[in-house]
């Protein structure tokens, strides 16, 4: 046994000494590898990076929050439905004012108008913001989407019943203009653009998809009714189009209703709102957590499917190029190949040496292939904010199919090396 593990170690040693006396030739082989895995690891760890973000997201919102919408993004299917879409009417507060009359089975309505739409700079003193969104809510809002708070509170009813100018900033705005400085934003007048509101509340860090520079914080909240009367429901660059404002209708269930109760019952006070007859469908989408993610799980798994098979050509490629260089190797090693037999080696002997040399040169382009893929990921992460993950398995992955690209397109080369008649081998000039 001992005798065995000896040669074994020889001939790897062997593998190593060839590869590393043909430098060149062996990072010329191996390119195709290395471009191969480095795309696997960087990607997958963007990928699951903003996978996880946008899951973390979702937690917050709560899985029996509903959420209504003109059309969602999951309608898009074909071109036909697209203009069938447009031509739905918009959502009003007259509609979430109806929820809460009618549907019993609705613990709390709340609405978001502008979502999206509307970008300000918040100044306080010589301190400002970048551009960031402004959205109106109802006193509801925090508690539908479980923001936690890092100081302050959200507004009540007779704020926004009022239309009081008060504002809760997103974390965004109050790291910017108040962490950073050491103030208490509570009582303190900022500027929203042109406007001056009261801070009373800010929210603390969540979850963010940090996308290029922007993430789920860089927002400020005011009352609904405050921002119906400055910005109006319409944009100011659309107003020539008849364009409105995107509002988006959230409704929580009582305890002890099941979502789809509640789904029923606010499908029943919508159609009657939009007087739909029997056989129309409806003019509006529901959406909830389930969906949401869902529809990301098709696109996460269909963008993954693209990446394996981009990977998979460059690693053909790469393998090719394997096959192509150890064919060549074995030519012009043949009189080695001979002495070695003669002096005893077995075709088992030479199958493994070759084997192994293909092995560990893709196994060094797949380890190259991953420190590149790692340091992608951290650098797009460290310019843009960008989430990832490095998982244990996706280096894994990339060292395996790197290994097993090379045992697999060298295989060839090393059974003709191993076929070769030792006495023709030695003849061989």
Known sequence: MAIRFGLIAEVIAMAFDTVRGNKLRSGLTVLGVVIGITSIVGMTSLIRGFDESIRDLMRQIGPDTIFIYRFAFAGFSNATEVKELLKRPNLTVSDMRALEDQATSIEFVDIQLGAGATFQRVFYRDQKTKPIIVFGTTENFAQGTRIPFRAGRYFNPPEVQFHANVVVLGYTAFKKLFEDTGLDPIGKTVRVGSQRFTIIGAFDKRASTGAFGSNADDFVVIPYTTYEGIYGLKPVRALRT??????????????????????????????????????????????????????????????????????????????????????????????????????????????????????????????????????????????????????????ALGLGFSASVGIFFGMYPAFKASRLDPIDALRYE
């Open 242 to 395: 008849g364009l409105t404002m995107p509002i988006q209708i959230a409704v929580v269930p009582r305890d002890g209703v099941s979502r789809d109760e509640a789904m029923a019952d606010v499908e029943r006070v919508m159609r009657i709102r939009h007087g739909l007859k029997l056989d129309q469908p409806d003019d509006f989408d529901m959406v909830t957590q389930d969906s949401i993610l869902k529809l990301w799980d098709n696109i996460s798994q269909a963008t993954f499917f693209a990446l394996v098979v981009i990977s998979s050509i460059a690693l053909m490629v790469g393998g090719i190029g394997v096959m192509a260089i150890m064919s060549i190797s074995v030519t012009e090693r043949t009189r080695e190949i001979g002495v070695r037999k003669a002096l005893g080696a077995r075709r088992a002997e030479i199958l493994f040496q070759f084997l192994m040399e293909a092995a560990f040169l893709t196994s060094l382009g797949g380890l190259l292939g991953v420190l590149l893929g790692s340091g992608i990921g951290v650098a797009v992460h460290l310019v843009s904010g960008f989430p990832i993950s490095l998982p244990w398995w996706s280096f």
